[in-house]
C-alpha cells in the first residue's frame, strides 16, 4: 500500500512560482509511474503532467506546458512540480497519484493510478 503526502500549495500572484512536492511511502516509488491532476470546482479532475518510473519520460497537459516542469527523486521517493508564471486559471486542487504499471500509454489516464494522495490547494489571484 503507497502512501502520497502533497505539501506546497498555496495562495499567490498571477505570474508567480510554486513548488508542489509529493511524498511516498509504504511502496517501491520507484517502480511507480507518477502523475499531478487537479481539480478545479465544478470541474471534473484533469491531468497536469506525468512521469516514467525512471524519470525518463516526462508529459503535460498542453495548458501547463513551457511552464511547468516534473521531476523525481526515487532516493528521496518524492516526485516535483515546478510550477512557473502561474495563471488564475491554475487554481484548483492537485493531487498526485501513483501507478505500478505505468507506462507513456496510460501515464495520462486518471482511472489508471491506483494510489492518490489527499491534494494540496493552489490559489492563483489575478
Known amino acids: 500500500q503507497v502512501q502520497l503526502i502533497e505539501s506546497g500549495g498555496g495562495l499567490v500572484q498571477a505570474g508567480d512560482s510554486l513548488r508542489l512536492s509529493c511524498a511516498a511511502s509504504g511502496g517501491t516509488f520507484r517502480s511507480y509511474a507518477m502523475a499531478w491532476f487537479r481539480q478545479a470546482p465544478g470541474k471534473e479532475r484533469e491531468f497536469v503532467a506525468g512521469?516514467?518510473?525512471?524519470?525518463?519520460?516526462?508529459y503535460y497537459a498542453d495548458s501547463v506546458k513551457g511552464r511547468f516542469t516534473l521531476s523525481r527523486d526515487n532516493t528521496k521517493n518524492t516526485m516535483y512540480l515546478q510550477m512557473n508564471t502561474l495563471k488564475p486559471e491554475d487554481t484548483a486542487v492537485y493531487y498526485c497519484a501513483a501507478d505500478k504499471y505505468g507506462n507513456s500509454a496510460t501515464v495520462r489516464k486518471r482511472d489508471e493510478y491506483e494510489y492518490w494522495g489527499q491534494g494540496t490547494q493552489v490559489t492563483v489571484s489575478s
Open positions: 512521469i516514467t518510473w525512471s524519470g525518463s519520460s516526462t
